[in-house]
C-alpha cells in the first residue's frame, strides 16, 4: 500500500512539476502533448493521473506528520482544475465552459469535503475558528475578512455592471435545423429520404456499405484503403465519383476550406469565424448528406432564422454549380474525411 | 363472522363497482363512437350529392373518408386570437404548467401508495406493515386535495384555451371529440376509484379486505395510467400529427390519431417522469418536515419517509434517461428537422440546461445516499472511497453537460480558430455524452449498492469470491461503456445511435445483477451496528429539497422544449400558428418563466401540505425493532 502511495506522490509531484512548469514557460507548452485523435480521453486520463498523485501525496504527509488541513486541500484542488482548464488545454477554452466546468468542480469539492461528518467537520473548522476568533490572529482575520469581502463583492458588482466596450457573447446556432424539402434547379429534394445518386458500386447500384468500405481510413494519417485509390482510372462507380467530386472541390472550396478539408484554407483566416471544419467530428459527421446538399447548395445566405447571427459567408454554390457537381463534392468530403454520412436505418 | 361478510360483500361489490367504472366510457363512448362517425360521413356525404370524397393520411399514407373540416387559416385578429393586452401564450403557458404538476403528482402518488401498501402487505413484521400502511394513507390524503387543486387547474386551463385560442381549441376538439368525452368519463371513474379507495381504507384494513383494497389501488392507477395516455395523444397530435389529411381533415380512423408516431415514447416517458417527480415532492415533504422535527421521533419518522420516497423516485428516475434517448429517436425518425431543432439547433442550449438538472439529480441522489450512510454503524470502510465515486461523476458530468454549440465572444471563437473546440468538441457529441449519463448511472448504482451493504458483513463462504466478483463486474462495465463511447467515433452513425443499447444493458447489468448479488450476499449477514433513523445530516435534506426542485424545474423546462419544438405551428405542419406570438422565447425568458412556474407550484403545495396536516391523526405504533420511532435498528426496507 505504502509502495502505491509512494508511486501516487510521485506522479503527483512530477504532474505539478510539469503543469507549473508549463504554465510559466519554464519547460516548453508541448512537452506533453495532446494527441489528435485521443485529446479528449487523453484529458479525463490526466486528470485522473493527477487525483491518483494527490491521494499519494496527501498520504505521504500525512505519514510525515505534515498533513495539510482538508479546508487546504479543497481550496488547492478545486484551483488546480482552473489552472488546468486555462494553461493545459489548448486552443483555449471560452470562458462560459470553463465558468461551466469550475461551477462543476466547485460542486464536487464540497461533495467530496462533506460526503462524512468527520470531513466536513476538518473542512469547516478553519473557518469556525476565524469565526469564533479565539486566537488573536484569528481575530485579526476576522477584521480583515469583514474589511475585505464587502470590498471583492463591491469591486465584482461594479465589474459586472460597468458597461464595456466588448463585442457582444453571441449564442450561435452552428447547424440550424434544415426545411424538410430544398428546391435546387428546379427540382425539389426531400431532405429526409433523399440519396446521394453517385454513392453507388461499380455496377452502378446504390450502394451504402461499397461506399463506406472505401472511406480513407480515419486519424493522423488518413490513409487510403488498398484498392481504393479513387485517382486509379481503372475505378468505376463510387470512387470515380469520388475523384470527379475531388477535382471540383480542389478548383471551388479548398481555397477556404483547406487542402485537408479542416476549415484552415487559404482565405479562411479574413473570415472569424473560419470556415467549417469537416475533420472534427461534430460537423458532417453528425449530419445527413443532404443536409451537406442543403447547404452547399444555399450558402449562407441561405441559412433559416435560427442560424442568426448568419455569421457565413458561403455563396450560394447552386448558381456555380450544378446538382450533380453538388452531390459529388459532397461525396468526396466523407470520403476524404473518412466520415460516415448520418443515416436513420 | 356476519359482520366480517358484510365487509367482504362490500368490498367485493365496491371493487366490482371500480372494474365497472373503468369500463363504462369504454362501453359508453363505443356506440357513440360508431354512430357519430357514420353520421358525420353520411352528412358529407349528402353535402356532395353521394359523391364520397376521401383524403390520404399524412402519417400512416393510408385512404380515408374525409370526415371533418380542414384546419381553419387563423388570422391575427381578435377572431382567432382574442387577448388582453399581453401575451396569450405566457397565461396558456403557466395554466398548463400548474395543471400538468398537480396531474403528475396525484398520478404518481397513487402508484406510490400501491407500492408501499403491497410492501406493507407482505411484509412480516406487524409493527413495519402498520407503518407502511399510515404512510400510504399519508400519502393518498395528500394526494386528495391535490386531486382537487388538479380538476381546478384542468377546468382553468380549458377556458383559457377556449377564451384565447378559440379557432385552435375548437379544431382540435373537433377531432378529439370522443377521446374527449372518453376522457371526462374516465376522469369520473378515476374520482369514484378515488374516494372509495380513500374513504374504504379503514374498513379495509385486514386479511382478504386488505387485498380487496390493494386491489382497488390497481384499478385507481390503471385509470389514471390511461387517462394520461388519453392526455398525450392529443400533444401526440400537435407534435406529430396522423390521422388527417394534409389540410387537417379527419380521415375516420380514431386510433390514428391517437396512435402517433411520438404517442407511445411520450407515455412512457410521462410515466417515468411522474414517478420520480412524485418521488421527489414526497421526500422533499419529508425533508421539511425533518428539519421542522422538534422530537428524535419525529425526525426519525421523517428520515425514514424520505428515504423510502427517495427510493422509489430513483428507481424510476434510473431507466428515465434511457425512455428519453427513445423519445428522441423517434423525434429523429420521424421529422430529421425537429430533432437537430431539439439538440442541434434552436433549442440545443436549453437541452444543454436539461443534462446539467439531470446530473445535479444524480449528484443530490448519491450525496444523500453517502450521507446516509453516515447514520450506520460500520460504514465507515466506505466512507473513504466516496472521493472516487466523486470523480467519477463529475467526469460523466463534465461530459454530459459539454455543449456542442459553444457560448463565446467573437475574441474566443477566434482565439479557438473555429467554431469546434478540438478537444471538447468531441464532448458535445451523443456518443460522448450516452458514455457519460452511464458512467453517471452507473456511480449511482454502485452507491447504492455501499448503502444496502454499508453496515453488514456478509457471512456466505463465498463471500471473498463475491466480492471480488463484484468489484470486477463494476470495473468491466466502466471499461465497457467509455469504449464503446470512444469507439463510436469511428463507425457510422446508424451503427453509433445502435451503441446506446450495450451501453444500457451494460448500466442495467450493473443495476440488477449487483443488486441480486449483493442481496444474496448480505443474507443473514453480520450486522455491524445499527441503522440509527433521525440522525442523518440536515445537509442530506437539503440534498432531497434540491433534488425535489431540480425534478419540478426539469420537467417545465422540458415541457417548454417539447412545446416549442412545433416552431410557428399549432399543430405541426397542419395548422400555422399566426398569432404575433409565433416566436420562440428566448433562453432568459424560458428561464425566467419555467423558474416562476417552479416557484409557484411550491407555494400551492405547501398549502396542500399544511392543509393534509390540518387533519393529521396520530396513530400510536406500537415500538419493535427496526422501525423509526423505535429503537434502532438495521434497516429492513432494503
Known amino acids: 500500500m505504502k509502495a502505491l502511495m509512494s508511486l501516487g506522490a510521485l506522479i503527483g509531484v512530477a504532474g505539478l512539476l510539469l503543469l507549473g512548469g508549463m504554465t510559466f514557460d519554464v519547460v516548453p507548452s508541448n512537452t506533453v502533448r495532446l494527441v489528435e485523435g485521443y485529446m479528449p480521453i487523453q484529458l479525463l486520463l490526466e486528470v485522473a493521473c493527477f487525483v491518483i498523485g494527490f491521494t499519494g501525496l496527501s498520504y505521504m504527509a500525512s505519514a510525515m506528520g505534515m498533513a495539510l488541513p482538508r479546508f487546504w486541500q479543497g481550496i488547492g484542488f478545486w484551483i488546480f482544475l482552473m489552472v488546468y482548464l486555462k494553461y493545459r488545454v489548448y486552443p483555449p477554452i471560452p470562458f462560459s465552459v470553463r465558468a461551466m466546468y469550475g461551477t462543476v468542480g466547485l460542486v464536487t469539492v464540497f461533495m467530496w469535503v462533506s460526503a462524512n461528518e468527520e470531513d466536513w467537520n476538518k473542512f469547516k473548522q478553519p473557518i469556525m475558528n476565524v469565526l469564533d476568533a479565539q486566537t488573536g490572529m484569528n481575530r485579526l482575520l476576522r477584521y480583515v475578512y469583514l474589511v475585505l469581502i464587502p470590498i471583492l463583492v463591491g469591486g465584482f458588482s461594479f465589474n459586472a455592471m460597468m458597461p464595456k466596450s466588448e463585442e457582444p457573447i453571441e449564442l450561435r446556432t452552428v447547424h440550424p435545423a434544415p426545411p424538410a424539402s430544398t428546391k435546387v434547379h428546379g427540382k425539389t429534394y426531400t431532405l429526409q429520404t433523399s440519396q446521394n445518386p453517385y454513392r453507388v458500386n461499380p455496377e452502378g447500384k446504390y450502394d451504402q456499405e461499397f461506399s463506406n468500405a472505401n472511406i480513407v481510413e480515419q486519424g493522423m494519417g488518413r490513409l487510403m484503403k488498398p484498392n481504393a485509390n479513387p485517382w486509379d482510372e481503372k475505378n468505376q462507380g463510387y470512387l470515380k465519383y469520388v475523384r470527379e467530386g475531388g477535382e471540383i472541390f480542389f478548383q471551388n472550396c479548398h481555397f477556404c476550406h483547406g487542402d485537408n478539408l479542416n476549415g484552415r484554407g487559404l482565405h479562411a483566416f479574413a473570415f472569424n469565424p473560419i470556415p467549417a471544419n469537416f475533420t472534427d467530428p461534430g460537423t458532417i459527421a453528425q449530419l445527413q448528406e443532404t443536409f451537406i446538399f442543403w447547404r452547399v447548395s444555399k450558402g449562407g445566405i441561405g441559412l433559416p432564422n435560427e442560424g442568426f447571427p448568419w455569421a457565413s459567408v458561403m455563396p450560394p454554390w447552386e448558381q456555380h454549380l450544378t446538382v450533380d457537381e453538388i452531390w459529388k463534392v459532397v461525396l468526396f468530403e466523407y470520403w476524404h474525411t473518412g466520415y460516415y454520412p448520418r443515416t436513420w436505418d | ?638
Open chain 2, 1 to 638: 363472522m356476519g359482520l366480517l361478510a358484510g365487509k367482504r360483500i362490500f368490498s367485493i361489490v365496491a371493487l366490482c363497482m371500480m372494474v365497472g367504472l373503468l369500463l363504462l366510457p369504454v362501453v359508453v363512448a363505443l356506440p357513440s363512437l360508431a354512430i357519430g362517425e357514420e353520421t358525420h360521413a353520411g352528412d358529407a356525404a349528402k353535402k356532395d350529392g353521394d359523391k364520397v370524397e376521401k383524403g390520404r393520411d399524412v402519417y400512416y399514407k393510408t385512404e380515408g373518408i374525409v370526415s371533418g373540416a380542414p384546419a381553419p387559416k387563423t388570422t391575427d385578429g381578435v377572431k382567432d386570437y382574442p387577448r388582453y393586452n399581453f401575451e396569450s401564450r405566457v397565461l396558456l403557458w403557466f395554466a398548463n404548467q400548474q395543471h400538468l404538476y398537480y396531474g403528475s403528482f396525484v398520478l404518481a402518488v397513487p402508484i406510490f401508495c400501491m407500492i408501499i401498501e403491497f410492501m406493507g402487505v407482505v411484509t412480516k413484521d406487524k409493527a413495519l406493515a402498520k407503518r407502511y400502511d399510515q404512510l400510504a394513507y399519508d400519502f393518498i390524503k395528500i394526494s386528495l386535495t391535490a386531486y382537487s387543486l388538479t380538476a381546478i387547474l384542468g377546468g382553468i386551463l380549458i377556458f383559457t384555451f377556449l377564451t384565447l385560442y378559440p379557432s385552435f381549441f375548437s379544431y382540435l376538439s373537433g377531432i378529439f371529440r370522443p377521446v374527449m368525452h372518453i376522457y371526462a368519463l374516465m376522469f369520473v371513474a378515476e374520482s369514484g376509484t378515488l374516494y372509495i379507495y380513500y374513504y374504504g381504507w379503514d374498513k379495509m384494513r385486514e386479511g382478504f379486505l386488505k387485498w380487496i383494497h390493494l386491489s382497488m389501488s390497481v384499478v385507481l392507477n390503471v385509470i389514471g395510467t390511461l387517462l394520461m395516455f388519453l392526455a398525450n395523444s392529443w400533444i401526440g397530435f400537435m407534435m406529430s400529427p396522423a390521422g388527417v389529411d394534409e389540410q387537417g381533415r379527419y380521415l375516420g380512423n380514431i386510433w390514428h390519431v391517437i396512435h402517433t408516431a411520438l404517442w407511445n415514447p411520450l407515455n412512457l416517458h410521462r410515466i417515468l417522469g411522474n414517478m420520480a417527480f412524485g418521488g421527489g415532492v414526497v421526500a422533499a415533504y419529508a425533508a421539511y418536515k425533518f428539519l421542522a422535527s422538534k422530537t428524535d421521533e419525529d425526525r426519525a419518522h421523517y428520515d425514514w419517509m424520505g428515504y423510502i420516497a427517495m427510493a422509489l423516485g430513483v428507481a424510476f428516475l434510473i431507466p428515465l434517461p434511457f425512455a428519453g434517448y427513445w423519445l428522441m429517436r423517434e423525434v429523429y425518425a420521424y421529422r430529421q428537422q425537429m430533432g437537430i431543432t431539439l439538440m442541434g439547433g434552436l433549442l440545443a442550449w436549453l437541452f444543454i440546461i436539461q443534462a446539467t438538472m439531470i446530473g445535479i439529480l444524480f449528484l443530490c441522489t448519491n450525496y444523500y445516499l453517502w450521507q446516509a450512510m453516515g447514520r450506520m454503524r460500520g460504514a465507515e470502510k466506505y466512507q473513504r472511497y466516496i472521493k472516487y465515486l466523486v470523480f467519477l461523476l463529475a467526469c460523466g458530468f463534465v461530459v454530459f453537460i459539454t455543449p456542442h454549440t459553444m457560448v463565446m465572444t467573437p475574441a474566443e471563437l477566434k482565439a479557438m480558430g473555429g467554431q469546434q473546440h478540438p478537444v471538447l468538441g468531441n464532448f458535445g457529441v451523443m456518443s460522448a455524452k450516452n458514455g457519460g449519463i452511464n458512467v453517471i448511472i452507473t456511480t449511482t448504482v454502485l452507491s447504492f449498492v455501499w448503502y444496502m451493504r454499508g453496515n453488514k458483513v456478509s457471512t456466505v463462504s463465498w463471500a471473498k469470491f463475491g466480492n471480488i466478483f463484484m468489484g470486477v463486474f463494476f470495473a468491466c462495465a466502466y471499461f465497457n461503456i467509455i469504449f464503446l463511447a470512444v469507439y463510436g467515433y469511428y463507425i457510422p452513425a446508424n451503427v453509433r445511435v445502435g451503441l446506446s443499447v450495450p451501453q444500457v444493458a451494460t448500466t442495467l447489468s450493473c443495476l440488477f445483477f449487483m443488486f441480486a448479488l449483493n442481496s444474496f450476499m448480505m443474507k443473514g449477514a453480520k450486522q455491524m451496528g445499527a441503522i440509527e433513523w433521525g440522525k442523518i445530516s440536515a445537509r442530506s435534506q437539503y440534498a432531497l429539497i434540491m433534488l425535489a426542485t431540480a425534478f419540478t424545474w426539469m420537467m417545465a423546462l422540458m415541457g417548454y422544449i417539447r412545446s416549442s419544438v412545433r416552431l410557428f405551428w399549432h399543430v405541426n405542419e397542419i395548422m400555422r400558428d399566426n398569432s404575433p406570438w409565433a416566436y420562440t422565447h428566448t433562453v432568459g425568458f424560458a428561464a425566467n418563466m419555467i423558474s416562476a412556474n417552479v416557484l409557484f407550484f411550491w407555494i400551492t403545495i405547501l398549502f396542500v401540505f399544511w392543509l393534509g396536516s390540518l387533519t393529521a391523526k396520530k396513530v400510536p405504533v406500537e415500538s419493535k425493532a427496526g422501525i423509526p420511532g423505535s429503537v434502532p435498528q438495521p434497516a429492513p426496507s432494503h
